[in-house]
């Protein structure tokens, strides 16, 4: 009987390897049908649609693929390939839309999430991916800025320098503007440099700054495949100093004694007179009854 029992046990261990393994080749191999393979982009590329793959791509898609050419995608199995990886590229636009349509395992169907256009978007996003791997990242990035007081204007130039060591004005660099708060960072604004490297913000006038009018400014210039972030901080006085209130000052609940709401006043005042006034009654009412069972006496 112990035999047997073992017997079960390896033959179970057995068909439990074997379709692991089969699970494996299969998940590892994904064949697309051949008529799918040779479909064509229908959607012509444009500055605006690899823009709008992107986006697509950030919100369905980079949870579990990660940020393209980082190679950090989620722990799975099989793990979500890099889609700027070779792997992914050296597909054809007809076997990316069937995977990203139809889903499989633990990737699902985007059929019915995202338009066809946007599913064509995205492979355009996929196949800029290739131009940024061969681009050869700047160095030395800095960040200048002059400020207009008047105005509470900051205009921003964005450069670098190539291996030659040559200074190049960064266009097209997202840059975030944003002010310190006492619980963290508020985005003012995201602008993108021209083709001097040159973009600008406007501050309202009427942000609340610290007790001083102070600022903190904080200008970030977006990670891209050319370069690094990079930060710069500088504080100006271009807030509205917040008027602070002296809560010992007005009458409300957590002021002192002497400030006291009036109605806090009057009812604090009105229960202590009903007690009283209730015992008083008690006493009265027994004390007549007392002296008027002394005379039935």
């Not at 202590?272 to 008083?280: A, D, E, K, L």
């Amino acid at each position: 009987m112990k035999k047997n029992n073992i017997n079960i046990f390896l033959i179970i261990l057995i068909i439990l390897i074997f379709f692991s393994f089969s699970g494996y080749s299969q998940n590892t191999n994904w064949e697309v049908p051949s008529d799918k393979k040779t479909v064509k982009n229908s959607v012509l590329t444009s500055k605006n649609v690899v823009e709008k793959g992107k986006s697509l791509y950030e919100k369905n898609c980079q949870s579990c693929h990660g940020i393209p050419l980082k190679n950090n995608g989620i722990s799975l199995f099989p793990p979500p390939p890099d889609v700027g990886s070779q792997k992914v590229l050296s597909q054809s636009d007809g076997e990316l839309f069937y995977k990203i349509s139809v889903g499989r395992g633990s990737m699902p169907s985007f059929q019915n999430v995202i338009s066809d256009e946007g599913r064509w978007s995205i492979i355009h996003f996929f196949r800029q991916l290739s131009q940024k791997k061969n681009v050869q990242k700047l160095k030395n990035i800095k960040i200048t800025y002059f400020c207009v007081d008047s105005s509470q204007r900051i205009n921003v130039e964005v450069f670098g320098e190539n291996e030659k060591n040559e200074k190049l004005f960064i266009s097209d660099a997202e840059m975030d503007f944003l002010i310190k708060r006492n619980f963290g960072l508020l985005l003012l604004r995201s602008e993108k440099t021209d083709f001097q490297g040159k973009t600008s913000i406007l501050f309202s006038q009427n942000l609340p700054a610290d007790s001083l009018g102070n600022l903190e400014i904080i200008i970030s210039l977006k990670e891209d495949s050319r370069f690094d972030k990079v930060e710069v901080k500088l504080t100006k006085k271009w807030g509205i100093i917040p008027k602070t209130m002296n809560f010992n000052e007005i009458r409300a609940l957590w002021s002192l004694r002497a400030r006291s709401p009036f109605w806090l006043i009057f009812s604090y005042f009105g229960v202590v007179f009903g007690v009283w006034f209730g015992i008083f009654y008690v006493l009265f009412l027994l004390l007549k009854i007392y002296k008027s069972g002394g005379k039935n006496l």
